[in-house]
């Protein structure tokens, strides 16, 4: 397994490998996705908060909180994202991770086409 992903498409292979021996828990999906956790955790209550379903109500509350908790982890240094022993320990079947790794499959291998090369001089120290 790569512990540290470089696209889209490598942190969908660690996830689908945390998958075969069983059902991985969350700490083992945080852990495929190495320095890299926190962007796909962020991106996923953003996307949920411009859908329609962010039209909900509660749903702008429950979505920015979540962003906030997990950006504040960003802020304050941490390279890898941080749940408590409860949540991390939690088991997810490994028929529905798949699943969802083959769904997302698609839109992942267009995003890594389309945004190859990152602007490095914005993800090292002086970015930060």
């Given at each position: 397994?790569?512990?540290?992903?470089?696209?889209?498409?490598?942190?969908?292979?660690?996830?689908?490998?945390?998958?075969?021996?069983?059902?991985?828990?969350?700490?083992?999906?945080?852990?495929?996705?190495?320095?890299?956790?926190?962007?796909?955790?962020?991106?996923?209550?953003?996307?949920?908060?411009?859908?329609p379903i962010g039209a909900i109500t509660g749903m702008s509350i429950a979505t920015?909180?979540?962003?906030?908790?997990?950006?504040?982890?960003?802020?304050?240094?941490?390279?890898?994202?941080?749940?408590?022993?409860?949540?991390?320990?939690?088991?997810?079947p490994a028929k529905k991770v798949r699943k969802g790794v083959e769904k997302t499959?698609?839109?992942?291998?267009?995003?890594?086409?389309?945004?190859?090369?990152?602007?490095?001089?914005?993800?090292?120290?002086?970015?930060?």
């Amino acid at each position: 397994m790569e512990s540290n992903p470089d696209n889209i498409n490598s942190l969908l292979d660690n996830i689908e490998e945390q998958s075969t021996d069983g059902d991985p828990s969350i700490g083992d999906l945080r852990e495929g996705g190495g320095h890299r956790s926190l962007g796909p955790v962020l991106l996923a209550p953003s996307v949920i908060a411009f859908s329609p379903i962010g039209a909900i109500t509660g749903m702008s509350i429950a979505t920015g909180s979540v962003v906030i908790l997990f950006a504040s982890q960003l802020l304050f240094g941490r390279n890898h994202l941080w749940v408590p022993k409860f949540i991390s320990a939690r088991r997810l079947p490994a028929k529905k991770v798949r699943k969802g790794v083959e769904k997302t499959r698609k839109p992942a291998k267009w995003v890594d086409t389309h945004f190859d090369s990152r602007w490095i001089w914005a993800t090292k120290q002086t970015g930060q």
